[in-house]
C-alpha cells in the first residue's frame, strides 16, 4: 500500500471529517518533530508513515464494535501514539493508553492536547500490573509482549463482551498455537490490509 493508496482508503472507509484529517496530519508533525529527540517508530518507516502506522491502526476500527461516544477502548504500550490515538483521532471511543516510558508519556500528552481530544483520549503512564481493573470494551497491543503474556497480564480488565485486536504481523499463527486449546477458542486471524503476510488475531472473551 502506497501512501496516497492509505490516504485514500482512510477517505473512503471513514468518511473523514476536514477537522479529523487536521488532527491526524497534526499528530503526524508532531511525531516527526519529536523524532528528533527520541526513538518513536523505526527510520525504515518514516517515510511510510499513513500505511505503516496510520493505516494500520486504523484498520482495528473495521473489526470493532461499533459505538457512540462510550466504549472503553484500552490500549497497551501504545509507545507513539499506535494505535491508540489514531483510534481516540478517528472515533468516539474512550481511549485508555498504558505507556510505562515517562518521555514517550509526555509526547502522547502533548498530542492529546494539540488536537484537542481530551475529553475522550487518556493516558495511563505506569506498567499494566500496577494498573486498578476496570473493563474494557476492546483491548488492542500492537507490540506489547508475546500472546501469551500478553493476556495473561490483561485478562483481567476483559469480559465475556471483550473485543481483543491484537496484530501479530507475520507471527499472528505461530503465536496463536502456542495458547491452550481454550484460549486457541477465542481468536481468529484476519489479514493486514497493509502487509498481505501480517496478521491480526481478533478474540471475544
Known amino acids: ?13 471513514f468518511d473523514v471529517s476536514r477537522e479529523t484529517w487536521q488532527r491526524l496530519e497534526l499528530f503526524i508533525s508532531l511525531l516527526r518533530e519529536e523524532m528528533q529527540h527520541q526513538n518513536l517508530i523505526s527510520k525504515a518507516s518514516a517515510d511510510n508513515l499513513w500505511a505503516r502506522h496510520i493505516v494500520d491502526s486504523a ?18 504500550g ?40 481530551g475529553d475522550h483520549a487518556f493516558v495511563i503512564a505506569d506498567r499494566l500490573e500496577n494498573i486498578e481493573s476496570f473493563s474494557a470494551d476492546v483491548i488492542s497491543a500492537r507490540a506489547f509482549a508475546p500472546l501469551d503474556r500478553l493476556i495473561a ?13 491484537l496484530p501479530k504481523g507475520k507471527n499472528a499463527v ?6 491452550s486449546p481454550k484460549r ?3 481468536f481468529h486471524v484476519e489479514h ?14
Open 78 to 117: 501504545t509507545g507513539a501514539g499506535f494505535p491508540g490515538m489514531v483510534i481516540a483521532i478517528l472515533s468516539r471511543y474512550q481511549v485508555h493508553m498504558v505507556e510505562s516510558r515517562k518521555r514517550r508519556c509526555i509526547f502522547l500528552n502533548h498530542v492529546i492536547d494539540q488536537t484537542g481530544i
Open 59 to 76: 484498520q482495528l476500527l473495521r473489526l470493532a464494535p461499533t459505538t457512540k461516544n462510550n466504549g472503553i477502548w484500552l490500549d497497551l
Open 1 to 13: 500500500m502506497t501512501e496516497e493508496e492509505a490516504q485514500a482508503w482512510l477517505r473512503a472507509e
Open 184 to 186: 486457541q477458542k477465542m
Open 174 to 179: 505461530r503465536e496463536l498455537k502456542g495458547l
Open 192 to 205: 493486514s490490509l497493509t502487509d498481505p503476510d501480517a496478521g491480526i488475531l481478533v478474540g471475544k472473551g
Open 153 to 165: 497480564l490483561s485478562h483481567r480488565f476483559s469480559t465475556e463482551n471483550t473485543v481483543w485486536l
